[in-house]
């Protein structure tokens, strides 16, 4: 099993900005992709991003993209997401999430990539 738990969410004002952490334990080799997903109230989940474990690579949505960042550090089995000029429309539960190499070929964008997730950490921006 692997198990992962975000943290940094808080109230914030438009315009401040978070970095949310994701600390990844249990069998942590199994781990190919690290995803991230947000999902306000009455929404579906959206992709926000991807890193790989291995290289770093990272995928951004276009939506995020200018403002958010992804990044990693396999010493710490942590995956960052930088938040900077959060807006309302930010408002949301992020979730991380992790997959392993044997859905490598289906899209980091769908939900389905990924094997475990986490309960999330929750993002509230206002005006």
């Known amino acids: 099993q692997v198990q992962l738990v975000e943290s940094g969410g808080g109230l914030v004002q438009a315009g401040d900005s978070l970095r949310l952490s994701c600390v990844i334990s249990g069998r942590t080799f199994e781990v190919y992709r690290m995803g991230w997903f947000r999902q306000a109230p009455g929404k579906e989940r959206q992709f926000i991003g991807t890193i790989t474990a291995s290289d770093g690579s990272a995928v951004l949505a276009d939506s995020v993209k200018g403002r958010f960042l992804i990044s990693r550090d396999n010493a710490k089995n942590t995956v960052y997401l930088q938040m900077n000029n959060l807006e309302p429309e930010d408002t949301a539960v992020y979730l991380c999430?992790?997959?392993?190499?044997?859905?490598?070929?289906?899209?980091?964008?769908?939900?389905?990539?990924?094997?475990?997730w986490g309960q999330g950490t929750r993002v509230t921006v206002s005006s």
């Open positions: 999430a992790a997959g392993s190499s044997a859905r490598r070929f289906t899209l980091p964008s769908n939900p389905n990539r990924y094997d475990y």
